[in-house]
T-cell receptor
Framework: AQKITQTQPGMFVQEKEAVTLDCTYD???????LFWYKQPSSGEMIFLIY??????QNATEGRYSLNFQKARKSANLVISASQLGDSAMYFC?????????????FGTGTQLKVEL | GAVVSQHPSWVICKSGTSVKIECRSL??????MFWYRQFPKQSLMLMAT?????????EQGVEKDKFLINHASLTLSTLTVTSAHPEDSSFYIC??????????????FGPGTRLTVL
């Protein structure tokens, strides 16, 4: 079974609008972390936001927020006030267990295109 | 912030040759580095975890003898693709474990190396 599922291969959004990128995960661990990364066409991976499994509040980082629904095992990324520079590939990832030494498992990604 | 570099950024080689890719942590020490492989329009797949001073831990299905990983110092890990073939053409990305102080920002990624095998 896939550990991280991103069902939207591509998304379009108009500039200044909000967009939600879906991510569901599968784990039997009680302690885990969920991440979102942005990958522009240049290829570098840019860390956006993190949610720990024990965090009760949804994570927020500027225009990014993570809609964490633990019972549904979903961790959707919400980008508010989209900008042209947000056009990129977005990956959801999970780290099972604690500590940065544990490996990340990535989803298949969502290609976001922001239009005028 | 922490910076991870990769060299070369792109390489083209003939089938049957070996290619070495370097991953360096520029302003911090990294006891653990990770090597990923990404095919066009696809996800990052972890190949191996590299620990300084010990043997790398390879993911299932990754050939140890083909993808040689050496983490000889706290700032350098290398991936050597031996006897490269066209199917090894891919984007290779390394990351280094780091304590950035920012929750969740625990792996710093290099810019990637695009390998094309002719």
């Amino acid at each position: 079974a896939q550990k991280i599922t991103q069902t939207q291969p591509g998304m379009f959004v108009q500039e200044k609008e909000a967009v939600t990128l879906d991510c569901t995960y599968d784990t039997s661990d009680q302690s885990y972390g969920l991440f979102w990364y942005k990958q522009p066409s240049s290829g570098e991976m840019i860390f956006l936001i993190y949610q720990g499994s024990y965090d009760e509040q949804n994570a927020t980082e500027g225009r990014y927020s993570l809609n964490f629904q633990k019972a549904r095992k979903s961790a959707n990324l919400v980008i508010s006030a989209s900008q042209l520079g947000d056009s990129a590939m977005y990956f959801c990832a999970m780290r099972e267990g604690t500590g940065g030494g544990n490996k990340l498992t990535f989803g298949t990604g969502t290609q976001l295109k922001v239009e005028l | 912030g922490a910076v991870v570099s990769q060299h070369p950024s792109w390489v083209i080689c003939k089938s049957g040759t070996s290619v070495k890719i370097e991953c360096r942590s520029l302003d911090f020490q990294a006891t653990t580095m990770f090597w990923y492989r990404q095919f066009p329009k696809q996800s990052l797949m972890l190949m191996a975890t590299s620990n300084e001073g010990s043997k790398a831990t390879y993911e299932q299905g990754v050939e140890k003898d083909k993808f040689l990983i050496n983490h000889a110092s706290l700032t350098l890990s290398t991936l050597t693709v031996t006897s490269a073939h066209p199917e090894d053409s891919s984007f290779y990305i390394c990351s280094a474990r780091v304590n950035s102080g920012r929750e969740g920002d625990e792996q710093f990624f290099g810019p990637g190396t695009r390998l094309t095998v002719l």
